[in-house]
């Protein structure tokens, strides 16, 4: 009988924390084909296969090599081989001529994203490595501006990945372990020739060969910051360690700005400065502490036609779902006048900042807009994101 290799407890000890056993949805798990998603599918096809969990895997094709094809059918008889269904997805229309990579990081996580969700997962498995960690910092050292992998974290893509926790169980693997156990199991895996490629950063920094300790998933502060679950209006004190977190949500933006921007905000409002603007979110200083809002900017969020049935988001901070046609949403500002008493009283009341920007409903032939509506079904996204990004969710039960 042929012995598993530490890691391989480890990596099954995680999935067992972080995933619940049994539960009706999938769990899903990007595989590109290389080492790395390889060795993570044949670890945790053993893992649902176990746990009686459903594992759907998912690759995608960039468009950006004319082997993309060849090696998401690679994926589909490997999947297939194990047992797994296969989704293959791809990143279509035309590329950007610079930054070509961010662009292909952010298609993957919006494309990965939109099809566990429409497959009705709240996980996505990803086989970033330890060498990940190290080349990532490598390239944060160099100005790239790349966000902490974590063990959990949230889906980056926004509003696609809401409500989606990502989880990188082998943060403390070395590649070179992973490709020594796929050769002794006799598994085949891709190796990209852009990864050799020293045009691109990513290559330079795997050719560099950094070095890092492993990865310690930190604790969790506790999140002290409320927020209004009608508006998405976020109140807490300037002290708070999530004040990049609640600016991306009161903004409804996807990217969380760098913490050393955060610092420079934070430093100005302690030494005397009212208010400030960062990330699209607008930030005021009071003796309570901080308002944070979204900025009202040179252009508002544009009025979006409801299609009856489907949820849309509106400004990255709302969802609605109308059951009939003719409904359409838009910012507030400029309709005050139009709005019944009732609803201007309670626009009124909300922090100045914040009342151009709440959504108002609009319906055919009716110039008068509504706040709400009873076959319109409307959410604010805020609460549940800003709970997500500052990881208070702690695993997949808790979603």
Same mark, same amino acid.
């Not at 594992?55 to 998401?72: R, T």
């Given at each position: ?56 895997? /998912? !690759?995608? @094709? ?5 082997? %993309?094809? #060849?090696?998401?059918?690679?994926? &589909? *008889?490997? $999947? ?8 293959? /997805? !791809?990143? @279509? ?5 610079? %930054?070509? #990579?961010?662009?292909?990081?952010? &298609? *993957?996580? $919006? ?29 944060? $050292? ?258």
């Amino acid at each position: 009988m042929r012995l598993r290799p530490d890691w391989v407890e480890r990596v099954q000890q995680r999935l067992d924390h972080y995933l619940t056993p049994h539960a009706r949805a999938p769990v899903t798990l990007g595989v590109s084909g290389g080492g790395d998603s390889m060795a993570l599918m044949h670890v945790a096809a053993d893992w649902t296969r176990r746990r009686k969990r459903r594992l759907v895997v /998912l !690759s995608l @094709d960039h468009g950006l090599s004319p082997h %993309g094809p #060849a090696w998401n059918d690679q994926v &589909a *008889r490997a $999947a297939t081989a194990l047992g797994l269904d296969w989704l293959g /997805l !791809s990143w @279509d229309g035309a590329k950007p001529h610079s %930054g070509l #990579a961010e662009a292909a990081r952010q &298609a *993957r996580h $919006a494309l990965l994203a939109e099809a566990a969700r429409a497959g009705g997962a709240k996980v996505i498995l990803l086989g970033h490595t330890l060498d990940d960690l190290a080349e990532a910092d490598w390239m944060r $050292a160099r100005g790239t501006p790349l966000g902490q992998m974590q063990v959990w974290s949230p889906s980056p893509a926004w509003p696609e990945g809401r409500g989606l926790m990502l989880l990188r169980p082998m943060l403390d693997v070395r590649r070179e372990a992973l490709r020594a156990w796929l050769q002794t199991e006799g598994i085949s895996w891709v190796d990209d020739p852009a990864n050799a490629d020293l045009r691109f950063q990513r290559s330079r920094a795997r050719a560099a060969q950094p070095s890092r300790t492993a990865m310690v998933d930190r604790r969790r502060p506790s999140l002290d910051l409320e927020v209004d679950t009608e508006t998405g209006v976020i109140r807490g004190p300037i002290t708070t360690p999530w004040l990049g977190q609640a600016l991306a949500s009161a903004a409804g933006r996807a990217g969380i700005p760098s913490s050393s921007a955060v610092e420079r905000l934070r430093h100005r409002l302690v030494t005397g400065a009212s208010a400030g603007v960062l990330n699209g979110a607008r930030v005021q200083a009071q003796a309570g502490g901080l308002t944070i809002t979204r900025e009202r900017g040179r252009e508002g969020p544009p009025t979006q036609s409801l299609v009856p049935g489907d949820v849309q988001v509106w400004d990255g901070r709302f969802a609605f779902e109308a059951a009939e046609p003719g409904w359409a949403v838009g910012p507030a500002g400029g309709h005050r006048a139009r709005l019944s008493c009732q609803d201007r009283t309670w626009l009124g009341q909300l922090p100045a900042p914040a009342r151009p920007y709440h959504p108002v409903l609009f319906r055919d032939g009716d110039p008068c807009p509504v706040l709400a509506h009873p076959t319109v079904k409307a959410s604010c996204l805020v609460p549940d994101r800003l709970r997500l990004a500052t990881r208070q969710a702690k695993m997949e039960g808790d979603l």
